[in-house]
């Protein structure tokens, strides 16, 4: 079981003071694993609230109040040919799109995920949050489902599946993203993998009603009103890896659809002609980084842009480092990163709106674990609409005993 306190400073709600007392049971045996939560909080020592009160009205809520004390669950391994897991990370995860940014940060989401293998087939499905702590509010939430074949011989891949967006806002819709994916390998050893990529990606509302015309409308010359086809390459060599894709679009569709900034709010829809995605990654047992960059462009080779007029192309950078047993990191995304470099250069942006600003969000954190005991401090910029000068500043303590019942 581990107890964990936190106390927070949050500057992007009045400067409001919280504490938070969470109780964790967990249990493991062989290829299962559960881990319950339920906590306690009282801002300014005004009020007491938990995740046991109050009970939601509708169907929905009541379904994430349910939910809400799953912290983690998991049946099976990652390589078992069936695996199932709820976590606040996603950790399966095909190469075989680019719907979905990298995971930027902690997550409060609870992500369902799950993995069939039999023979050369594999089947990923995930939900985004299980909380619906999104559709509860009125926004968008994602789901997906990929089902790849890899040849045996030489290794080719086909994917086929969909990315959904589902939003109750102010009525139930869902719209699907029809993927068709391949990778062609060019160089396959123990250590070193170049693959060239194709991926294609449509359109399709199917709920309240199923629009086959936004899918495909022979009245078209291209016969598809919305679509993006991309090439390109990706790397993997040890530890590293990168990915490059230059797409053409049109219409409704694009890469890196899933981010932070499309849980907000904020409209972070644009048009573009083409995109070029930039995809680095390292993951060592001391250091990891990631390096997003998708750069949308206009016909006339212009930066598209969002529909208040900012540059819409997204980019993400994070460090993480550890140690011996201290961990230190820290993170930034932003929608239009040049143009708000620019801005605050020129002076007509304050320096925090490029940490914290409308189009930006990061996070900078640092832990030291004393075996059944740890520490950690983080201030974060959320994904907002709204732009913060002052970030929300946590600092957390965990006892965890090593006998799990």
Known sequence: MTTDYRFQFDGTNSNTLSHRLTIKPFYTKGPFSISLQSYVQTEDFTALTSNATPFPVSTLGRIGYMFSYFDQLRIGYSTSGFYLALDHNRSIVSDMTSFTAPQFGESSKLVLQSQIKTGPFTLITAFDDLYFTNLLAN??????????????????????????????NPSWTVNLYPLLSFRFPVINTR???????????????????????????????????????????????????????????????HTMLVNDF????????????????????????????????????????AIAKLSTGHNADYSQLSLGFKIDKLTFGLGLANLGLLETLQDVFSGSLALTDLFGGTYATSYLYAGYDFGM?????????????????????????????????
């Not at 040849?151 to 990315?163: D, E, F, K, R, T």
């Not at 409209?267 to 997003?292: H, M, N, P, Q």
């Open 262 to 301: 499309a849980y907000t709010a904020m409209d972070t829809s644009y048009s573009s002609a083409f995109e070029i995605l930039t995809d680095i990654r390292y993951t060592g047992a001391k250091f990891e980084t990631k390096a997003v960059w998708n750069v949308p462009f206009t016909g006339s080779f």
């Open 373 to 405: 005991f740890s520490l950690s401090a983080r201030a974060a910029y959320p994904a907002s609409p709204a732009a913060y000068t002052i970030p929300v500043v946590s600092l957390s303590a965990r006892i965890k005993l090593s006998k799990a019942f």
């Open 191 to 253: 250590t070193t993998q170049f693959s060239a990529i194709m991926q294609a990606h449509g359109y399709l509302p199917v709920y309240p009603a199923i629009d086959t015309d936004q899918f495909i409308d022979t009245s078209l010359a291209t016969f598809f009103p919305n679509y993006s086809l991309g090439v390109g390459f990706a790397v993997k060599r040890n530890q590293f890896t990168a990915k490059i894709l230059a797409s053409v679009n049109d219409g409704k569709n």
């Open 139 to 168: 926004r968008a939430q994602f789901g997906s489902s990929i089902l790849q074949y890899t040849s045996n011989g030489y290794p080719l891949s086909i994917a086929v599946g969909a990315l959904a967006k589902v939003e109750n």
